[in-house]
């Protein structure tokens, strides 16, 4: 989806003009792919807009940047303070927030010692980022995830996504909407930019984050909503082959939310519609995230910005 522009950008604790917002290409980044990132969205509500689960994604920057030993000169307060400032200052709702960290222009080498730190923030409409309404058809990656002793799938760095392209070109090409890795032992991981849930008899399985898996907010929110609601839920170690004996399959990001998947390698999942625990999930995640249920886990970062839309569950 082609980015909208707005008014400003965060840079620095500074907001600045969006068109202002430029490295030099020699920026260590650009050569090494030397960042880490967060993606968040600003949902709307019958009352002004809210910011996901806002202190969760930037302690994983701040945890990320501390993972590639990069000094971030903000507290976990600034970084969310700024992302308020960003959105009323745009008055942009909903939204999608792309907060960066990325080492500048300096040095050049692998080494980045001398490559200054810089921190940016930009917000702006995005809608839905897997098409289709009824499930996605996807398919099981040629691509692996990366083994935990190459790159840590834990941080959120820009270099990790060059996985997610090639797992996310392949699908493409090949006819599907989106991938799903494996990890380097044949285990289910993640897809290009989702983790992946499971559900058979009764019981939400997903992957534990030792088989490459980021720890995802949106992972984390639908187990705890999971467990609420009173369902069964083991993270455990997945075969290939238990995603086409599934009764339901769903992803989960930010950019995703919650996804039903239809098909997988062209094998329909159970009847290839949207199965019951996968709609209880996902209407109880957006009911909360658009307020029209009760913010009981504290969730919700309020933002001084009327919605452009109108709110439904």
């Not at 010692?113 to 921190?119: D, F, H, I």
């Not at 909407?177 to 494996?182: K, V």
């Amino acid at each position: 989806m082609p980015i909208q522009s707005t008014s400003k950008i965060w840079h620095n604790g500074q907001l600045i003009p969006w068109e202002q917002a430029t490295i030099h290409v020699m920026s260590h980044v650009v050569h090494y792919g030397s960042s880490v990132f967060e993606g968040i969205r600003c949902y709307a509500q019958p009352q002004g807009s809210a910011v996901f689960r806002l202190p969760e994604h930037m302690q994983r920057l701040l945890d990320s940047a501390r993972i590639y030993r990069m000094n971030l000169p903000f507290t976990l307060e600034e970084l969310c303070a700024g992302v308020v400032e960003l959105i009323e200052a745009n008055g942009i709702a909903p939204c999608y927030i792309r907060p960066i960290a990325l080492r500048g222009y300096g040095e050049i080498g692998v080494s980045p010692k001398g490559s200054p730190v810089e921190v940016y923030m930009a917000n702006f409409p995005w809608g839905k980022y897997i098409a289709g309404t009824g499930g996605a058809d996807v398919c099981i990656s040629s691509w692996n995830r990366l083994a935990p002793n190459t790159m840590p799938a834990l941080a959120k760095a820009g270099a990790n996504y060059m996985n997610s392209q090639l797992i996310r070109m392949e699908a493409e090409a090949n006819g599907y909407q989106e991938g799903i890795a494996l990890d380097v032992g044949g285990l289910v991981s993640e897809g290009s930019g989702e983790n992946v849930f499971l559900v058979r008899n009764g019981v939400i399985y997903t992957p534990p984050l030792a088989n490459s898996a980021l720890s995802g907010i949106t992972r984390d929110s639908v187990l705890t909503i999971a467990r609420h609601l009173g369902f069964t839920v083991t993270e455990q170690p997945i075969p290939r082959e238990m995603l086409y004996i599934a009764d339901e399959v769903f992803f989960t990001g930010t950019a995703a939310e919650v996804q039903p998947i239809r098909s997988i390698d062209k094998i329909l999942v159970a009847d290839g519609k949207p199965g019951e625990i996968t709609r209880k999930l996902g209407e109880e995640f957006f009911a909360i995230a658009n307020g029209l249920k009760p913010d009981r886990f504290g969730w919700l970062t309020p933002v001084n910005v009327a919605a452009t839309e109108p709110v439904t569950a």
